[in-house]
C-alpha cells in the first residue's frame, strides 16, 4: 500500500500567518494517464471532510486563493498564503492513483 | 445541487450485518465512481472501498475484503454498502463520497459492539 507521510501532526498559526503542511508518498502517485491523483482535504469539527484541492494544485469550485498546492511524483505541499479564523480543521492529503486509495493521518490546525 | 444523504447505520453485535444505503441527487450517478469512507471516533479517514460507475468492478481494502460489498442502483441512484461479519475495529462513521471524493455525504454511524 502507498504510505502518506503528512506533517507536520499540528500547526499553531496566528491568523494573518501563512501555514504550510507537507505530505510525501512511499511511491510515486503519477497514474498511467500521467495524471496525479494526489488530493487536499478539510474536515472542520463536527463536519464531513471538504476536498479543497485536486490533482495536485487544482482548486475546487469556491475554495479561496489563498489556498495552493504543489509538488509531484512523491513530495507534496498544501500553502495558506494568509490563515484566516474559517481553516481551522485538520487537513488530510489523500491519493486516489493507486488501489487501496490512502490518506495521510492528518494535521491540526489551530490559532495561535 | 449535488447531494449524497447515507442511512442504514446503528448498533449491532459482532459477527451480525447491516447494510449502508447512500442516496444520491444533483448529478447524473451512473457517470461517476462512487466510495465509502470510514473515519473510527476521534482516528483519521480510512478507505473502505469504491465502485465503477457501471457497477463492474469493485475495490476493497484488505480488512474488509471478503466481509463487505459495494454495490450500486444506477436506477436508484442509490450506492450500497453490505456489511457481514462485523467486528469491533469496523466501528466508525461512515461517509460516501462521489469520486474523486469531491462531494462527501454526512455520514452515518455504526457502533459494533455486545
Same mark, same amino acid.
Given at each position: 500500500?502507498?504510505?502518506?507521510?503528512?506533517?507536520?501532526?499540528?500547526?499553531?498559526?496566528?491568523?494573518?500567518?501563512?501555514?504550510?503542511?507537507?505530505?510525501?508518498?512511499?511511491?510515486?502517485?503519477?497514474?498511467?494517464?500521467?495524471?496525479?491523483?494526489?488530493?487536499?482535504?478539510?474536515?472542520?469539527?463536527?463536519?464531513?471532510?471538504?476536498?479543497? #484541492?485536486?490533482? +495536485?494544485?487544482?482548486? *475546487?469550485? =469556491?475554495?479561496?486563493?489563498?489556498?495552493? @498546492?504543489?509538488?509531484?511524483?512523491?513530495? /507534496?505541499?498544501?500553502? #495558506?498564503?494568509? +490563515?484566516?479564523?474559517? *481553516?481551522? =480543521?485538520?487537513?488530510?492529503?489523500?491519493? @486516489?492513483?493507486?488501489?487501496?486509495?490512502? /490518506?495521510?493521518?492528518?494535521?491540526?490546525?489551530?490559532?495561535? | 445541487?449535488?447531494?449524497?444523504?447515507?442511512?442504514?447505520?446503528?448498533?449491532?453485535?459482532?459477527?451480525?450485518?447491516?447494510?449502508?444505503?447512500?442516496?444520491?441527487?444533483?448529478?447524473?450517478?451512473?457517470?461517476?465512481?462512487?466510495?465509502?469512507?470510514?473515519?473510527?471516533?476521534?482516528?483519521?479517514?480510512?478507505?473502505?472501498?469504491?465502485?465503477?460507475?457501471?457497477?463492474?468492478?469493485?475495490?476493497?481494502?484488505?480488512?474488509?475484503?471478503?466481509?463487505?460489498?459495494?454495490?450500486?442502483?444506477?436506477?436508484?441512484?442509490?450506492?450500497?454498502?453490505?456489511?457481514?461479519?462485523?467486528?469491533?475495529?469496523?466501528?466508525?462513521?461512515?461517509?460516501?463520497?462521489?469520486?474523486?471524493?469531491?462531494?462527501?455525504?454526512?455520514?452515518?454511524?455504526?457502533?459494533?459492539?455486545?
Amino acid at each position: 500500500d502507498v504510505v502518506m507521510t503528512q506533517t507536520p501532526v499540528s500547526l499553531s498559526v496566528a491568523i494573518g500567518q501563512p501555514a504550510s503542511i507537507s505530505c510525501k508518498s512511499s511511491q510515486s502517485l503519477v497514474g498511467t494517464s500521467g495524471k496525479t491523483y494526489l488530493n487536499w482535504l478539510l474536515q472542520r469539527p463536527g463536519q464531513s471532510p471538504k476536498r479543497l #484541492i485536486y490533482l +495536485v494544485s487544482k482548486l *475546487d469550485s =469556491g475554495i479561496p486563493d489563498r489556498f495552493s @498546492g504543489s509538488g509531484s511524483e512523491t513530495d /507534496f505541499t498544501l500553502k #495558506i498564503s494568509r +490563515v484566516e479564523a474559517d *481553516d481551522l =480543521g485538520v487537513y488530510y492529503c489523500l491519493q @486516489g492513483t493507486h488501489f487501496p486509495n490512502t /490518506f495521510g493521518a492528518g494535521t491540526k490546525l489551530e490559532l495561535k | 445541487e449535488v447531494q449524497l444523504v447515507e442511512s442504514g447505520g446503528g448498533l449491532v453485535q459482532p459477527g451480525r450485518s447491516l447494510k449502508l444505503s447512500c442516496a444520491a441527487s444533483g448529478f447524473t450517478f451512473s457517470n461517476y465512481y462512487m466510495a465509502w469512507v470510514r473515519q473510527a471516533p476521534t482516528k483519521g479517514l480510512e478507505w473502505v472501498a469504491s465502485i465503477t460507475n457501471s457497477g463492474g468492478s469493485t475495490y476493497y481494502r484488505d480488512s474488509v475484503k471478503g466481509r463487505f460489498t459495494i454495490s450500486r442502483d444506477n436506477a436508484k441512484s442509490t450506492l450500497y454498502l453490505q456489511m457481514d461479519s462485523l467486528r469491533s475495529e469496523d466501528t466508525a462513521t461512515y461517509y460516501c463520497t462521489r469520486c474523486y471524493f469531491d462531494y462527501w455525504g454526512q455520514g452515518v454511524m455504526v457502533t459494533v459492539s455486545s
